[in-house]
């Protein structure tokens, strides 16, 4: 469990980075956090000829909020995040799902981009953001773009970032007075990925339920998976009577999970259901406080 | 005055260095000019090869070697078969490297010794091999079946072991019963995990023409023996210590792995010091696993819960290879009756070969999977029966009025299986009591009720410890007054040098300070099997007090002569001798041992110094016992499971050390509840391990283990001198039983019916939804 040979290069600012990503393509590896790429590395299943280290560069470590939005840098570290005032204070779900994501000494060291980068198909963060409605920014040869997160996560490990782009920010817009939110994951143990895992937003709104509700289900497929059947159930229905239970079994109804070695496909689909009703409900419970 | 310390919970004097990082394990061996290997290992779980191209890899610029079957001669000769089996039809021991032929993902084929473990690496990307891949039996009931693939050709079957064991009138017992409860049970394929993967460093002093090796073994005086044969070289020329070593559990006793002869193999070919550091990768495929059975069991019984019989069939899962002998099966066929006065017993054991990585102890050898087949089918039976599962237990056991209670199972190292100085029915007493037993019942119908599935689930085991063959242990006085003592047998963490300093310090009446503890050196002590089986305490424990009072003896004679009174009239207190009654009249130890110098005393024919070794074995062992407790909370709609209480009730005879003890059974127990509910070892239909990282071996963390309570029994064991019983592995017996039974009771109203372990949260599930088991 040694690392094949590479190079490794240490750029102190942003565009030094980008640089050498384009300089070396697909053959470079930005490495934030390392929390999934050392190990990758030292299982020689991933065998970049260059390692382009971003934890030199102090401009991508930002928590700021601006004009009630969110900005994260994308090398800002799950842990300082996670302790947040501010985040606490405007997007609990973001601080609720961080502590779900394994250990402390790995979210010391994990970064919020480098787990939306990576894009496993069981993490939290990109379920959150996805949620969230959180906008991606990149920065490559070309310069600046947003992506939308509903853009972003293109399948298992794949994001719309090209080779020689690098994520820079996350921003996550302001949730209207009197958002209701739930984080619920079942895991086999603290800190393990998620079998599944749910994120609720049900947002005060006009429609006929006076709810606009956001329901991200990750672990059951290749990314975080929005279950527009649900949401429509809470639109339409709100949280009372049996329309939690309702939107629950959308939900698993939607998920399309496989076999794997953790848990059978069916057993993901319950998980689904009883995660998403209770999240529901603990959301609407929160709601307008 | 003479200081008890036999029983006070005396602070480990190993931790200061263990928990300061100034242990020295093996990766912390460095020496000059050291180079560092790896292990190419087999990707097939069976194939042939017949040449291995090791020139790009030996191009590298920094390897020094790729060594292969070919260039072992004799050093690849088979490893010897450390346990007869009445049943054996055919043992078959592994080598070192694979000659020509493969059977099981993870088998060592090449080594590489290179500058540094990276390039190592790298050489290992580079050897061809020319495998041609052949169909693997890899499932346990298929690779049993006549036409399966066979595991060694030369065999007719992978069968390698069938052997009975018949107590008692089977065929009356059965014809007696109002009830026969038939069933399938199967404790699934699991692996120790210790924290220390293992590892190898080997010297070679070519001036003195010596070996030295540092080696994570439980048994280093017997691995020198096998290792010295290897290489064709003098025992005496041979020396294997045995460091801080990070946890054992078993998987570090085997007799030996490869990398055991292989590291000392290239380091004397080299003329360099050679390291070898398992990683964990490999542990999961090069080191051994433990638990696969199938048990097909009838139990036979009254209507009132009296247990009349038990006929089983099982499967015992030996892997590739069986070195060890099927000691696991031997040990789940002796434990089978439990604690429980069950007149007739038939039992059958197939060891059956399979394409997968060799099985060998892991803490219990085969007495969790013993005790999950009878304590399970205890609670079927009494579900069957509409008794509680308490009672059933209560009804069958042995009491105290009945023993010596001859069970005439024979256990490990050819120990009778006679139950005595314990209370049983005292334990279950106790157990209920701390569990809350009858109130978790009572609350049952109300929070059903209300969506709450509380289960209680009990468990007795009783544990074979302090077993066969023997070990020794040398203490000696030296002139400075320390007391210098010696043994064989390696500690992984279990504070023999605490324990073994208090049965010393007190026989002798020096301060524990002023014992000095060194094991696991075969240049020190070199006689003693290993650390296994429960049995430092009773063997090694028994033998230390025995020095001690043989020097203590010797110390009155020589102090004897020194005050001219007679030894009758003289007491050893506070590190000196000195004459009843007048403390003024004293010698020290010390001062004794000075006397006792050959300069000063030796005449032809004499021993010299203060000093005495003996060694001790304990034919009829030492039978630990106790109760394991558990209530747990079931979410239904997840199958995920909350232990609420845990509790241990146990009785391991005099305890040396209550610290150390409660230590052995939190992580007897946190292992034992790993095995009931996270941990197990998949492999595809090929034979490849699906299961190779701690992020799909789910060893439970602090944040899974319950806080368990403890509950001792003190009952002296009347067999050893010191009057202690085993408690090494205790904790793990029981563990998956106690919660099968839990989970079962909190699931009755959907008539959960559990017959494997471990339970995951889908099969958890699939009970409550009536699914067929995925």
Same mark, same amino acid.
């Given at each position: 469990?040694?690392?094949?040979?590479?190079?490794?290069?240490?750029?102190?600012?942003?565009?030094?980075?980008?640089?050498?990503?384009?300089?070396?393509?697909?053959?470079?590896?930005?490495?934030?956090?390392?929390?999934?790429?050392?190990?990758?590395?030292?299982?020689?299943?991933?065998?970049?000829?260059?390692?382009?280290?971003?934890?030199?560069?102090?401009?991508?470590?930002?928590?700021?909020?601006?004009?009630?939005?969110?900005?994260?840098?994308?090398?800002?570290?799950?842990?300082?995040?996670?302790?947040?005032?501010?985040?606490?204070?405007?997007?609990?779900?973001?601080?609720?799902?961080?502590?779900?994501?394994?250990?402390?000494?790995?979210?010391?060291?994990?970064?919020?981009?480098?787990?939306?980068?990576?894009?496993?198909?069981?993490?939290?963060?990109?379920?959150?953001?996805?949620?969230?409605?959180?906008?991606?920014?990149?920065? &490559?040869?070309? #310069?600046?773009?947003?992506?939308?997160? $509903?853009?972003?996560? =293109?399948?298992?490990? +794949?994001? @719309?970032?090209? !080779?020689?782009?690098?994520?820079?920010?996350?921003?996550?817009?302001?949730?209207?007075?009197?958002?209701?939110?739930?984080?619920?994951?079942?895991?086999?143990?603290?800190?393990?990925?998620?079998?599944?895992?749910?994120?609720?937003?049900?947002?005060?709104?006009?429609?006929?339920?006076?709810?606009?509700?956001?329901?991200?289900?990750?672990?059951?497929?290749?990314?975080?998976?929005?279950?527009?059947?649900?949401?429509?159930?809470?639109?339409?229905? &709100?949280?009372? #009577?049996?329309?939690?239970?309702?939107? $629950?079994?959308?939900? =698993?109804?939607?998920? +399309?999970? @496989?076999?794997? !070695?953790?848990?059978?496909?069916?057993?993901?689909?319950?998980?689904?259901?009883?995660?998403?009703?209770?999240?529901?409900?603990?959301?609407?419970?929160?709601?307008?406080? | 005055?003479?200081?008890?310390?036999?029983?006070?919970?005396?602070?480990?004097?190993?931790?200061?260095?263990?928990?300061?990082?100034?242990?020295?394990?093996?990766?912390?061996?460095?020496?000059?000019?050291?180079?560092?290997?790896?292990?190419?290992?087999?990707?097939?779980?069976?194939?042939?090869?017949?040449?291995?191209?090791?020139?790009?890899?030996?191009?590298?610029?920094?390897?020094?070697?790729?060594?292969?079957?070919?260039?072992?001669?004799?050093?690849?000769?088979?490893?010897?078969?450390?346990?007869?089996?009445?049943?054996?039809?055919?043992?078959?021991?592994?080598?070192?490297?694979?000659?020509?032929?493969?059977?099981?993902?993870?088998?060592?084929?090449?080594?590489?010794?290179?500058?540094?473990?990276?390039?190592?690496?790298?050489?290992?990307?580079?050897?061809?091999?020319?495998?041609?891949?052949?169909?693997?039996?890899?499932?346990?009931?298929?690779?049993?079946?006549?036409?399966?693939?066979?595991?060694?050709?030369?065999?007719?079957?992978?069968?390698?072991?069938?052997?009975?064991?018949?107590?008692?009138?089977?065929?009356?017992?059965?014809?007696?019963?109002?009830?026969?409860?038939?069933?399938?049970?199967?404790?699934?394929?699991?692996?120790?995990?210790?924290?220390?993967?293992?590892?190898?460093?080997?010297?070679?002093?070519?001036?003195?023409?010596?070996?030295?090796?540092?080696?994570?073994?439980?048994?280093?005086?017997?691995?020198?023996?096998?290792?010295?044969?290897?290489?064709?070289?003098?025992?005496?020329?041979?020396?294997?210590?045995?460091?801080?070593?990070?946890?054992?559990?078993?998987?570090?006793?085997?007799?030996?792995?490869?990398?055991?002869?292989?590291?000392?193999?290239?380091?004397?070919?080299?003329?360099?010091?050679?390291?070898?550091?398992?990683?964990?990768?490999?542990?999961?495929?090069?080191?051994?696993?433990?638990?696969?059975?199938?048990?097909?069991?009838?139990?036979?019984?009254?209507?009132?819960?009296?247990?009349?019989?038990?006929?089983?069939?099982?499967?015992?899962?030996?892997?590739?290879?069986?070195?060890?002998?099927?000691?696991?099966?031997?040990?789940?066929?002796?434990?089978?009756?439990?604690?429980?006065?069950?007149?007739?017993?038939?039992?059958?054991?197939?060891?059956?070969?399979?394409?997968?990585?060799?099985?060998?102890?892991?803490?219990?050898?085969?007495?969790?999977?013993?005790?999950?087949?009878?304590?399970?089918?205890?609670?079927?039976?009494?579900?069957?029966?509409?008794?509680?599962?308490?009672?059933?237990?209560?009804?069958?056991?042995?009491?105290?009025?009945?023993?010596?209670?001859?069970?005439?199972?024979?256990?490990?190292?050819?120990?009778?299986?006679?139950?005595?100085?314990?209370?049983?029915?005292?334990?279950?007493?106790?157990?209920?009591?701390?569990?809350?037993?009858?109130?978790?019942?009572?609350?049952?119908?109300?929070?059903?009720?209300?969506?709450?599935?509380?289960?209680?689930?009990?468990?007795?085991?009783?544990?074979?410890?302090?077993?066969?063959?023997?070990?020794?242990?040398?203490?000696?006085?030296?002139?400075?007054?320390?007391?210098?003592?010696?043994?064989?047998?390696?500690?992984?963490?279990?504070?023999?040098?605490?324990?073994?300093?208090?049965?010393?310090?007190?026989?002798?009446?020096?301060?524990?300070?002023?014992?000095?503890?060194?094991?696991?050196?075969?240049?020190?002590?070199?006689?003693?099997?290993?650390?296994?089986?429960?049995?430092?305490?009773?063997?090694?424990?028994?033998?230390?007090?025995?020095?001690?009072?043989?020097?203590?003896?010797?110390?009155?004679?020589?102090?004897?002569?020194?005050?001219?009174?007679?030894?009758?009239?003289?007491?050893?207190?506070?590190?000196?001798?000195?004459?009843?009654?007048?403390?003024?009249?004293?010698?020290?130890?010390?001062?004794?041992?000075?006397?006792?110098?050959?300069?000063?005393?030796?005449?032809?024919?004499?021993?010299?110094?203060?000093?005495?070794?003996?060694?001790?074995?304990?034919?009829?062992?030492?039978?630990?016992?106790?109760?394991?407790?558990?209530?747990?909370?079931?979410?239904?709609?997840?199958?995920?499971?909350?232990?609420?209480?845990?509790?241990?009730?146990?009785?391991?005879?005099?305890?040396?050390?209550?610290?150390?003890?409660?230590?052995?059974?939190?992580?007897?127990?946190?292992?034992?509840?790993?095995?009931?509910?996270?941990?197990?070892?998949?492999?595809?239909?090929?034979?490849?391990?699906?299961?190779?990282?701690?992020?799909?071996?789910?060893?439970?963390?602090?944040?899974?283990?319950?806080?368990?309570?403890?509950?001792?029994?003190?009952?002296?064991?009347?067999?050893?001198?010191?009057?202690?019983?085993?408690?090494?592995?205790?904790?793990?017996?029981?563990?998956?039983?106690?919660?099968?039974?839990?989970?079962?009771?909190?699931?009755?109203?959907?008539?959960?019916?559990?017959?494997?372990?471990?339970?995951?949260?889908?099969?958890?599930?699939?009970?409550?939804?009536?699914?067929?088991?995925?």
């Amino acid at each position: 469990m040694k690392p094949p040979p590479f190079a490794y290069e240490c750029p102190t600012e942003v565009a030094d980075a980008v640089a050498l990503l384009a300089a070396h393509g697909a053959d470079a590896r930005p490495l934030a956090g390392g929390q999934s790429l050392v190990p990758l590395l030292n299982f020689r299943l991933a065998r970049p000829a260059v390692l382009v280290d971003l934890n030199r560069i102090a401009a991508l470590g930002h928590v700021t909020v601006e004009n009630g939005a969110l900005r994260i840098g994308a090398m800002a570290r799950q842990a300082a995040v996670e302790a947040d005032p501010g985040v606490a204070r405007g997007w609990p779900l973001l601080t609720d799902a961080i502590s779900h994501i394994a250990h402390p000494q790995i979210r010391n060291r994990g970064t919020i981009g480098g787990s939306l980068a990576h894009n496993d198909p069981a993490a939290e963060l990109p379920a959150v953001m996805l949620a969230l409605d959180a906008e991606m920014t990149a920065l &490559g040869p070309e #310069g600046t773009r947003t992506v939308p997160s $509903g853009e972003f996560f =293109a399948g298992t490990m +794949e994001t @719309a970032l090209a !080779p020689d782009e690098l994520l820079t920010e996350i921003r996550v817009p302001e949730l209207p007075e009197g958002t209701g939110w739930s984080f619920r994951e079942a895991a086999r143990r603290q800190g393990d990925f998620a079998l599944v895992a749910v994120a609720v937003l049900l947002r005060p709104s006009g429609s006929s339920s006076g709810i606009d509700a956001r329901v991200v289900v990750t672990g059951t497929g290749d990314g975080p998976q929005r279950m527009r059947e649900a949401e429509a159930v809470l639109a339409e229905r &709100g949280t009372g #009577g049996d329309a939690c239970e309702a939107a $629950g079994n959308a939900a =698993a109804q939607a998920s +399309e999970p @496989a076999d794997d !070695p953790h848990a059978p496909a069916w057993y993901r689909q319950r998980l689904v259901a009883a995660l998403t009703r209770r999240a529901c409900r603990e959301a609407a419970m929160r709601m307008g406080r | 005055m003479t200081t008890q310390l036999i029983g006070e919970p005396v602070e480990r004097r190993e931790d200061a260095r263990l928990l300061t990082g100034r242990a020295r394990f093996i990766d912390d061996i460095h020496l000059p000019e050291m180079l560092h290997a790896a292990v190419l290992r087999s990707p097939h779980a069976k194939a042939r090869f017949t040449r291995i191209d090791a020139s790009a890899a030996l191009a590298l610029p920094g390897v020094h070697a790729v060594i292969t079957h070919e260039d072992l001669g004799s050093a690849n000769a088979p490893m010897p078969l450390l346990n007869e089996d009445p049943g054996f039809i055919y043992p078959r021991t592994h080598q070192a490297l694979a000659p020509g032929q493969v059977r099981f993902v993870g088998e060592a084929v090449a080594l590489v010794v290179a500058d540094s473990r990276y390039l190592a690496e790298d050489a290992l990307d580079l050897i061809e091999v020319d495998y041609v891949p052949e169909p693997a039996a890899v499932d346990l009931a298929a690779a049993a079946q006549p036409g399966a693939p066979l595991v060694h050709d030369d065999t007719e079957s992978n069968v390698a072991c069938r052997t009975a064991d018949n107590t008692g009138d089977i065929e009356s017992a059965f014809a007696a019963a109002d009830f026969v409860l038939r069933e399938e049970l199967r404790p699934e394929r699991g692996a120790a995990q210790p924290m220390e993967t293992r590892g190898v460093v080997a010297r070679y002093d070519a001036s003195l023409e010596q070996l030295t090796i540092w080696d994570t073994t439980q048994a280093p005086v017997s691995a020198r023996g096998v290792i010295a044969d290897k290489l064709g070289m003098a025992e005496a020329a041979v020396t294997v210590i045995a460091p801080d070593v990070g946890g054992g559990f078993g998987v570090k006793i085997y007799l030996v792995y490869p990398e055991e002869v292989l590291v000392p193999f290239a380091a004397r070919m080299l003329d360099r010091p050679v390291k070898w550091i398992e990683d964990r990768r490999e542990h999961f495929i090069g080191s051994n696993h433990e638990r696969l059975m199938v048990h097909r069991i009838e139990v036979a019984a009254t209507k009132d819960g009296r247990i009349l019989g038990i006929k089983d069939h099982f499967l015992y899962d030996s892997g590739a290879y069986c070195p060890y002998g099927p000691i696991n099966a031997q040990c789940a066929q002796a434990i089978l009756p439990g604690p429980y006065k069950i007149p007739a017993v038939h039992s059958t054991y197939e060891a059956v070969y399979t394409n997968t990585p060799t099985v060998s102890p892991y803490r219990g050898a085969g007495q969790p999977h013993g005790n999950f087949v009878t304590e399970t089918a205890m609670n079927h039976v009494a579900c069957a029966l509409g008794l509680d599962a308490a009672e059933i237990r209560r009804r069958n056991l042995v009491r105290p009025e009945d023993c010596p209670w001859d069970s005439g199972r024979i256990f490990q190292g050819n120990t009778p299986f006679i139950h005595r100085d314990s209370d049983y029915p005292a334990q279950l007493a106790k157990a209920l009591d701390a569990l809350d037993y009858e109130g978790v019942k009572r609350s049952q119908p109300a929070e059903r009720e209300q969506g709450i599935f509380r289960g209680a689930g009990i468990a007795f085991f009783v544990e074979g410890t302090g077993i066969s063959p023997y070990e020794g242990v040398e203490v000696r006085v030296e002139p400075t007054g320390h007391v210098h003592v010696t043994t064989g047998y390696p500690s992984q963490g279990q504070g023999h040098h605490t324990t073994l300093a208090q049965v010393v310090a007190e026989t002798l009446a020096v301060a524990p300070e002023q014992v000095v503890v060194e094991s696991g050196r075969s240049d020190r002590f070199a006689w003693g099997v290993g650390t296994f089986a429960s049995r430092s305490a009773v063997v090694g424990g028994s033998a230390a007090l025995g020095a001690a009072k043989a020097v203590r003896a010797r110390a009155l004679d020589l102090a004897s002569d020194e005050l001219e009174v007679a030894p009758e009239d003289l007491v050893l207190e506070d590190g000196a001798v000195h004459v009843k009654g007048a403390p003024q009249m004293a010698v020290t130890l010390g001062a004794l041992a000075y006397a006792a110098n050959p300069i000063n005393t030796l005449t032809s024919g004499a021993e010299p110094g203060l000093r005495a070794a003996d060694y001790y074995r304990s034919p009829d062992g030492a039978i630990a016992s106790g109760v394991h407790g558990a209530v747990v909370v079931v979410d239904v709609a997840t199958g995920m499971v909350e232990i609420e209480t845990y509790v241990v009730v146990h009785d391991c005879g005099v305890m040396i050390n209550p610290t150390i003890v409660e230590g052995q059974i939190l992580g007897g127990t946190a292992q034992g509840i790993g095995g009931a509910f996270y941990e197990k070892l998949r492999f595809d239909d090929d034979g490849q391990p699906l299961v190779t990282t701690f992020m799909d071996y789910l060893i439970p963390t602090a944040m899974e283990i319950p806080s368990i309570e403890i509950h001792h029994m003190e009952s002296r064991c009347s067999l050893n001198p010191l009057g202690v019983k085993g408690v090494g592995e205790g904790g793990a017996i029981p563990a998956a039983a106690a919660f099968a039974g839990a989970v079962e009771d909190a699931l009755e109203p959907f008539g959960a019916t559990v017959r494997a372990v471990p339970l995951d949260p889908p099969a958890i599930l699939a009970l409550i939804e009536g699914r067929a088991e995925s």
